[in-house]
Nanobody, 116 residues
Framework: QVQLVESGGGLVQAGDSLRLSCAASGRTVVGYTMAWYRQAPGKEREFVASITRSANIYYTDSVKGRFTISRDSTKNAVYLQMNSLKPEDTAIYYC??????????WGQGTQVTVSS
C-alpha cells in the first residue's frame, strides 16, 4: 500500500523560506510522477509543481523562480523548497503520487501559513 507523509509546514513571515518533505512508502518516488498541490481556504486544490520519472519538472506560474521541487531516491522522498514566501502561498500543501497504472495517492497535507 502506498503511503505519503508530508512534513515541514509552519507559520512564517513574508519573505521567509520553508522546505516541505514528502516521505513515501510502498512505491519508489523515482518510478512515478510526484507532485505538490495546495488548497487555500475556500478555494479548489491547485497544482504547484511536479517531477516526472524522467526528471522533467513543471511549476505553476505563480511559484516559478521561488519554489524548487526535488527528490531523493536514497530517502525515497520528494521535497518542495519554498523561498520568498508570500501571504498568497498560505494553504494546505499535499503530496501526490500519480500513475495511470497504480492510481493516484495523496498525503494528508501540511499547513503553510505566511503572515504579512
Amino acid at each position: 500500500q502506498v503511503q505519503l507523509v508530508e512534513s515541514g509546514g509552519g507559520l512564517v513571515q513574508a519573505g521567509d523560506s520553508l522546505r516541505l518533505s514528502c516521505a513515501a512508502s510502498g512505491r519508489t518516488v523515482v518510478g512515478y510522477t510526484m507532485a505538490w498541490y495546495r488548497q487555500a481556504p475556500g478555494k479548489e486544490r491547485e497544482f504547484v509543481a511536479s517531477i516526472t520519472r524522467s526528471a522533467n519538472i513543471y511549476y505553476t506560474d505563480s511559484v516559478k523562480g521561488r519554489f524548487t521541487i526535488s527528490r531523493d531516491s536514497t530517502k525515497n522522498a520528494v521535497y518542495l523548497q519554498m523561498n520568498s514566501l508570500k501571504p498568497e502561498d498560505t494553504a494546505i500543501y499535499y503530496c501526490k503520487l500519480a500513475s495511470p497504472v497504480v492510481g493516484d495517492y495523496w498525503g494528508q497535507g501540511t499547513q503553510v501559513t505566511v503572515s504579512s
